[in-house]
C-alpha cells in the first residue's frame, strides 16, 4: 500500500506563487512516475505536470513556462513550483503517484489540496 500526502496550495492573487508538495511511503514501493494533476469545479481530472525521470518530465500546454515539477528520489517526494498564477488555474490538485509491481501498475493519489486564484 501507498500513502500520498500533499500540502501547499491556499488563496493567491493574479501573478503570484505557490509552491505544492508531495511524499509518497509505504512497503513495497517502486514508484514509476509522480506527478500533479487538477480538477475543477464541473471539468475533468487533468495532468498539469509529471516526472517520470529527472530528464523525463510532461507538462500540460496550458502551465508551460509557469510551472516546475521537481523529485527527490531519495525522499519519494515531489514539488511543483507554480507561478503567475492565474484564476483559470484555481482548482483541487492531486498528486498521483504510479507505483509499478512485476505484472502491474497501481495509481495512488492523495487527498488534494486547494489551489485558488484571485483576479
Known amino acids: 500500500q501507498v500513502q500520498v500526502v500533499e500540502s501547499g496550495g491556499g488563496l493567491v492573487q493574479t501573478g503570484g506563487s505557490l509552491r505544492l508538495s508531495c511524499l509518497a511511503s509505504g512497503s513495497s514501493l517502486n514508484i514509476s512516475s509522480m506527478g500533479w494533476y487538477r480538477q475543477a469545479p464541473e471539468k475533468a481530472r487533468e495532468s498539469v505536470a509529471i516526472?517520470?525521470?529527472?530528464?523525463?518530465?510532461n507538462y500540460a500546454d496550458s502551465v508551460k513556462g509557469r510551472f516546475t515539477i521537481s523529485r527527490d528520489y531519495a525522499k519519494n517526494t515531489v514539488h511543483l513550483q507554480m507561478n503567475s498564477l492565474n484564476p483559470e488555474d484555481t482548482a483541487v490538485y492531486y498528486c498521483g503517484v504510479v507505483n509499478s509491481r512485476p505484472d502491474s501498475y497501481s495509481i495512488y493519489w492523495g487527498q488534494g489540496t486547494q489551489v485558488t486564484v484571485s483576479s
Open positions: 516526472a517520470f525521470s529527472s530528464e523525463n518530465t
